[in-house]
């Protein structure tokens, strides 16, 4: 049943729709009169908007003419003329919403009216696609329109240089994927100098796929991690022992179908007992949780030459769905170096979180959010309250023609595998195109198999190659073609019957050797040829397979998502033409094994294995089952941003700071700043108790030494105070802030007052690079125990918010204390430089050559890439005068105090 919420949104589509509509009509009555214009007369009319916006015309009252020129730019340059649907879906993505559109209405040319629009500001607008071959495609094939209309168009892919993604995110509109969109802010967030930023801003996004990337991978944070100093940790071998003691059931609890443990009360009595420690729940224990579920998750989750082989002595882990070894990857959160245990391999080091954001938070950055997808209904209760954006279903240009068919479910997979067979066989025959989705790698290689013993030739895409694979999907919807594909394999390339025109157009112009962007006269000269030829080939045999049915959708297996199944079937039936789709399942499958299908079980009890069942039964426990899974991975997704927000308020007070650092504020007055509240915190200390005859002034005095180079003595102060009984500590106070200031003036007149501000500026940004890391560290150590809070009847997420604010408060005072103690204390070298004076040499260090990325992948894994340091994200800075301390030594340390070995950091 739909929420009250659901059914708010909805009755409020009327009226929004009603809005679409009379921008329409206004666009339309538009046309004629810049159908008329010359090429030069249309594009002048960009300069005419943005002269208007400067002047301060809303974007609002510009839409009908904007939109207006986009329609007749596009016409004339591709030959494609929006319809009247595409520009409702165009200005609901302008007004900042989700315009829900099927599969195969245009949604890559109904983004240009709004992008164009709000490029007129010239703040920016960022298009954000699934992956990089889509991004690029889209960017040169829509880029024509912008550049038709004088707006530069930019892509940002992996792997491109500081200097070539600066130059593209200077673009009116820059094309890219979530991914690195996230990454580029976490990297300009560790830059060294406002020249190493990419980004300018966030301005607008139009996210494609919107659900996708809002909403299925928003479990998975964006995470930039550089290797952690020290040694790989005894303890995680002492836990995985540990752990071979405990008993499933007795002393721990799995739940396999949300890969979690929880360790029950025997178990922890057993824990507490082998470590030496009273209490497992107090807070200097927390880290050893991590350590436990990690152990117990490694002894029960993660199985030996299923989940990772163990080769030469190392873990590798295999990929469930290809049952590839995947080199290099590893699982984070210390999740290997367990696995590592267990097995009894060496154990290496982990990495170090530099700098990390959920999908959900980058994306609330942008001052207006808008996106698209053909399947956001189910979850427009989700979009609304976490990210604002309302959820409007455009109408099809032509109506839905497709049959979707019941579901037929089989005793096992063999039985659905043969049947599937047969089916494709059939309408192979009859020279029907067949379209067959599968949940895995696995799964299509092994009906591909099949295929191949029955001789149906076939494409296979396993969303690995998405240049290759949108070629095939351009020609899936060709007679005879049968393509199986993963579900998310070939997103953003229509299937159309008898082929994609446009697609083929594109690639005879790449194999003529003609690109958009650096043969553009040429380009659009020969396009509307080339296209019409295109065009020509493909109508026969377009109105060949619509009489045959059109594209047949055949999945394989149900999706948890109720979403991934629409989008598949959404492949069929685009604009009007025929189509049909229906799903073959097996009481084998994932979804029904692990969510309770008992009622269709014991329907299928006495009938023989190839009969397949068709009942509402079926129906709804599919149903039941997918609402199940749904249900939990929002409230993942929520409870993820419940506790990200408590760290976004954090990282985004942090990285204002920093910012303003890096922009080149003068921090003079700051640093002034900073002084007076560590000397005052440090004198308040240890004259806060007691009598000034009580003060231990000596022990006051050897702790401002470590700060700065103290000339005053006690003798000195105490002297001036009139003796040891008249000192107050507002007068000690003064004095010391006195002889600091005096110090810290001699030694910016022997650096230079210049040198001294960039010293300033470079100490304070390396301070805070290692901190802010140091910190992250400390609030996942935070999480990973918190829960156990509501055991002592807390909630969990109000003691984070105060934890965490206390150690964000600690975190600030211990950057102002060590950028103070830096400054004073950091050797400065004068080197010449000619005749000009000296410059100072700050000896900075780097730090490490490689860093991780760690993102959601497009199947919803998550994928870990290894690249070198690119200028301006290498953490430069300089040292510590301790090493940072990774996870395992906190760990240990941890550990050492619990078991009576001294003073230890938890």
């Known amino acids: 049943m739909a929420s009250f919420l659901e059914k708010v949104l909805r009755t409020g589509d009327k009226k929004v729709l009603s809005r679409l509509r009379s921008y329409t009509d206004a666009i339309n009555s538009l046309e004629d009169s810049f159908r008329e214009l010359s090429d030069a007369e249309l594009r002048a009319e960009t300069d005419a908007f943005r002269a208007r916006v400067a002047d301060g015309e809303a974007l609002d009252r510009l839409l009908p003419e904007a939109f207006a020129v986009v329609r007749e730019a596009a016409s004339r340059t591709l030959g494609q003329r929006h319809y009247d649907v595409q520009l409702m879906g165009g200005a609901a993505l302008h007004l900042g919403n989700i315009a829900e559109m099927k599969t195969g209405e245009g949604k890559t040319l109904v983004a240009t009216a709004p992008a164009y629009l709000n490029a007129l500001s010239g703040k920016g607008v960022h298009v954000v696609t699934v992956n990089d071959y889509l991004a690029e495609y889209q960017a040169n094939l829509m880029g024509r329109v912008y550049r038709f209309l004088g707006m530069e168009t930019g892509v940002v892919l992996a792997n491109q240089d500081p200097e070539v993604r600066r130059a593209q995110y200077a673009a009116d509109i820059t094309?890219?994927?979530?991914?690195?969109?996230?990454?580029?802010?976490?990297?300009?967030?560790?830059?060294?100098?406002?020249?190493?930023?990419?980004?300018r801003g966030h301005n607008f996004a139009i996210v494609d796929e919107v659900d996708s990337i809002l909403i299925d991978e928003a479990r998975t944070p964006l995470i930039i991690s550089g290797p952690a100093s020290g040694e790989a940790n005894r303890w995680y071998t002492e836990f995985a022992r540990l752990v071979q003691r405990l008993k499933p059931g007795t002393d721990y609890e799995v739940d396999e179908k949300k890969r979690t443990v929880g360790v029950l009360e025997s178990g922890i009595e057993k824990v507490e007992d082998w470590l030496g420690i009273d209490n497992l729940y107090e807070s200097q224990n927390t880290p050893l949780i991590g350590f436990l579920n990690n152990a117990i998750k490694a002894k029960e989750l993660f199985r030996a030459n299923k989940d990772y082989v163990v080769l030469k002595g190392e873990v590798m882990i295999v990929d469930e769905h290809t049952g590839r070894i995947l080199a290099g990857r590893r699982y984070n959160e210390g999740m290997h170096q367990a696995i590592e245990a267990k097995e009894g391999v060496e154990i290496k080091a982990e990495n170090q979180t530099l700098a990390t954001v959920t999908l959900q938070n980058y994306f609330r950055l942008y001052d207006k959010l808008a996106g698209m997808t053909g399947t956001a209904e189910t979850e427009a209760a989700e979009f609304m309250n976490t990210y604002g954006l309302g959820v409007v279903a455009i109408p099809t240009n032509k109506p839905l023609a497709r049959i979707d068919r019941s579901d037929l479910v089989y005793k096992n997979e063999v039985a659905k595998f043969a049947a599937v067979v047969k089916d494709?066989?059939?309408?192979?025959?009859?020279?029907?195109?067949?379209?067959?989705?599968?949940?895995?790698?696995?799964?299509?290689?092994?009906?591909?198999?099949?295929?191949?013993q029955r001789g149906v030739r076939h494409e296979v895409l396993n969303a690995k190659n998405h240049a290759r694979e949108a070629a095939i999907v351009a020609q899936a919807g060709r007679r005879g073609a049968v393509t199986v594909a993963t579900n998310m394999a070939g997103r953003g390339t229509d299937i159309m019957l008898g082929g994609n025109a446009e697609f083929n157009a594109v690639e005879r112009m790449r194999e003529r050797g003609l690109d958009p962007v650096r043969d553009a006269e040429q380009y659009e000269r020969v396009w509307d040829g080339v296209l019409a030829e295109c065009e020509a080939a493909t109508k026969a045999e377009h109105e060949e397979v619509v009489a045959l049915g059109g594209l047949y959708v055949l999945g394989t297996e149900r999706h948890e998502s109720r979403r991934i199944d629409n989008q598949l079937r959404g492949r069929s039936g685009r604009q009007?033409?025929?189509?049909?789709?229906?799903?073959?399942?097996?009481?084998?499958?994932?979804?029904?094994?692990?969510?309770?299908?008992?009622?269709?079980?014991?329907?299928?009890?006495?009938?023989?294995?190839?009969?397949?069942?068709?009942?509402?039964?079926?129906?709804?426990?599919?149903?039941?089952?997918?609402?199940?899974?749904?249900?939990?991975?929002?409230?993942?997704?929520?409870?993820?941003?419940?506790?990200?927000?408590?760290l976004n308020r954090q990282r985004e007070a942090v990285y204002r700071d920093r910012r303003r650092v890096l922009e080149g504020d003068d921090l003079q007055e700051q640093i002034a700043q900073f002084v007076d509240e560590v000397i005052t915190s440090t004198v308040v200390d240890r004259t806060a108790v007691g009598h000034p005859e009580d003060w231990d002034l000596e022990g006051l005095w050897e702790a401002l030494a470590t700060i700065y180079p103290i000339t005053l003595t006690v003798d000195e102060v105490v002297e001036e105070a009139g003796g040891r009984t008249r000192l107050t500590a507002e007068f000690l106070r003064e004095q010391?802030?006195?002889?600091?200031?005096?110090?810290?003036?001699?030694?910016?007149?022997?650096?230079?007052?210049?040198?001294?501000?960039?010293?300033?500026?470079?100490?304070?940004?390396?301070?805070?690079?290692?901190?802010?890391?140091?910190?992250?560290?400390?609030?996942?150590?935070?999480?990973?125990?918190?829960?156990?809070?509501?055991?002592?009847?807390?909630?969990?997420?109000?003691?984070?918010?105060?934890?965490?604010?206390?150690?964000?408060?600690?975190?600030?005072?211990?950057?102002?204390?060590?950028?103070v103690t830096f400054l004073f204390k950091m050797e400065v070298r004068r080197q010449r430089v000619g005749a000009?004076?000296?410059?100072?040499?700050?000896?900075?260090?780097?730090?490490?050559?490689?860093?991780?990325?760690?993102?959601?992948?497009?199947?919803?894994?998550?994928?870990?890439?290894?690249?070198?340091?690119?200028?301006?994200?290498?953490?430069?800075?300089?040292?510590a005068e301790e090493p940072a301390v990774n996870r395992a030594e906190r760990r240990a340390r941890a550990r050492a105090g619990a078991s009576g070995g001294g003073d230890s950091e938890a």
């Open 175 to 199: 094309y890219g994927t979530n991914n690195e969109f996230g990454f580029d802010y976490l990297r300009d967030n560790m830059a060294w100098s406002p020249e190493e930023l990419v980004q």
């Open 424 to 452: 494709i066989e059939e309408r192979h025959a009859k020279g029907q195109p067949v379209l067959v989705g599968t949940v895995s790698v696995e799964k299509s290689e092994y009906l591909s198999k099949l295929l191949s």
């Open 576 to 646: 009007g033409d025929p189509g049909e789709s229906r799903f073959y399942l097996s009481l084998a499958d994932d979804l029904m094994r692990l969510f309770n299908a008992g009622a269709a079980q014991r329907l299928m009890a006495g009938a023989p294995d190839d009969t397949a069942l068709e009942h509402k039964i079926v129906s709804r426990a599919i149903a039941s089952a997918q609402s199940q899974v749904e249900g939990r991975n929002a409230e993942q997704r929520k409870n993820v941003l419940k506790y990200d927000d408590v």
């Open 736 to 819: 010391i802030l006195s002889d600091a200031r005096l110090v810290y003036a001699q030694r910016e007149e022997e650096v230079g007052a210049e040198a001294m501000r960039n010293l300033e500026r470079r100490v304070l940004l390396s301070v805070i690079g290692r901190k802010w890391p140091e910190h992250l560290y400390e609030m996942d150590y935070l999480k990973e125990g918190i829960g156990l809070r509501a055991m002592a009847q807390r909630d969990p997420l109000v003691e984070y918010q105060r934890e965490g604010y206390a150690m964000f408060q600690a975190m600030m005072e211990a950057i102002r204390e060590e950028t």
């Open 836 to 879: 000009a004076g000296g410059a100072v040499d700050l000896q900075i260090p780097r730090q490490p050559s490689f860093l991780q990325y760690t993102a959601p992948g497009e199947s919803g894994e998550t994928q870990t890439r290894v690249e070198p340091v690119r200028a301006g994200a290498d953490g430069t800075g300089p040292a």
